[in-house]
């Protein structure tokens, strides 16, 4: 394989991985977004979390903000929920700083929890682990 085939897959791994991290920062989004909406428009929390799996499914169908800004839009709008487009948007904003901090501190944790796993195999097939 030549360098070049290396690096060519290498940036493959990388996109693949963006994407993937990016498509759980907006699901999670839409999470927040629904639950948030959802408390708004006077929802339970078992009707709430209902209305943010189905804004969490329509990203995957439909792919984009503007379907889901206009989703919740009409849907608060039904509920007589006085919210302007501008205060909407922001908060489509926030919730997504918010939800990408959450992926990327669960991901985090996530490795740290495979590096204290290794660790533990480490030390449970040799009997002592040295951390010099």
Do not use: C
């Not at 699901?27 to 979390?49: C, D, F, K, Q, Y």
């Amino acid at each position: 394989m030549t360098t070049f085939d290396e690096r060519e897959r290498g940036f493959e791994t990388q996109w693949q991985h963006d994407e993937t991290v990016r498509f759980r920062v907006l699901s999670r989004r839409n999470r927040l977004l629904g639950l948030w909406a959802g408390h708004l428009m006077g929802l339970t929390v078992g009707e709430a979390e209902a209305y943010a799996k189905r804004l969490v499914d329509l990203e995957v169908e439909l792919a984009g903000d503007e379907p889901i800004h206009d989703r919740v839009e009409a849907d608060l709008r039904r509920a007589d929920v006085d919210l302007s487009d501008h205060r909407l948007r922001k908060q489509m904003a926030s919730l997504m700083i918010e939800a990408h901090d959450q992926v990327m501190s669960e991901a985090t944790a996530s490795e740290a929890d495979a590096q204290e796993r290794y660790a533990a195999q480490v030390t449970s097939a040799t009997g002592t682990l040295d951390r010099r």
